[in-house]
């Protein structure tokens, strides 16, 4: 009998729990199951984006292959540019496309790539590599002033050497001479025995000097003078 009342108080204990806490148990477990799917079916659905966007891509790579960039490719491009921004490959698709238009003489269609590559790319290596080109053919018209803004932005440190190459090219066509040998020794002290021989001559061709040696004359001068 006692045991049969102890069952009993154990029901009715197990029934007024149900009824304080059974709302609200079902509800977490709806919420929580439908997270769940919620969640597989972002997952998924971001896979199938990446998917399309990808194809998308490679079609875009054949073209520049046969070097048969019609409008279909520009449109395919232009998708890509502003359906798919958030993948790798709308990036990655217009720095193709920069280096097909500069074979081309097509320099201000490959600037204007480039400037698409910075802006959307969505990892560091795409964005400094773009910037690197996109400085190099500033450059080459002559715009130092923009290619140097692009190679004084924040990048990883496994390309200071290639920013400090370039950075003395662009000191060296403008006649700053001190300031071209700087960036040149930078450059090789960076890169080390790797240092290509065209970065060497480029500095052998500046004469002797560096930041030290123009520091030790100014100071020399300075006492002079007084």
Same mark, same amino acid.
């Given at each position: ?52 966007? #990808? ?29 798919? #921004? ?7 698709? #217009? ?132």
């Amino acid at each position: 009998m006692n045991e049969y009342e102890t069952e009993e108080q154990q029901v009715e204990a197990l029934k007024k729990w149900w009824k304080e806490n059974g709302t609200s148990l079902i509800v977490g477990l709806f919420v929580g199951v439908s997270a769940l799917f919620g969640w597989r079916y972002y997952v998924e659905q971001n896979n199938v984006h990446a998917v399309i966007a #990808s194809d998308m891509y490679m079609q875009v790579m054949q073209s520049v292959a046969i070097q048969s960039i019609d409008d279909k490719t520009i449109d395919i491009h232009n998708q890509l540019i502003n359906e798919y #921004s958030d993948t790798p490959y709308a990036a990655l698709a #217009s720095l193709a496309l920069a280096k097909a238009e500069y074979e081309k003489d097509s320099i201000e269609s490959a600037v204007a790539q480039l400037e698409l590559a910075i802006k959307h790319a969505n990892d560091s290596v795409t964005k400094q590599i773009a910037s690197l080109r996109l400085a190099n053919i500033y450059l080459e018209q002559k715009k130092y002033d923009e290619a140097m803004s692009l190679l004084e932005m924040v990048h990883d440190a496994a390309y200071d050497a290639q920013y400090e190459e370039l950075k003395g090219d662009v000191f060296s066509a403008k006649g700053e001479v001190t300031q071209a040998r700087i960036a040149y020794d930078k450059a090789i002290d960076l890169q080390g025995i790797a240092a290509s021989r065209w970065l060497k001559l480029k500095r052998q061709n500046l004469g002797q000097g560096s930041a030290e040696s123009s520091d030790a004359a100014a100071i020399h001068a300075s006492s002079v003078n007084v």
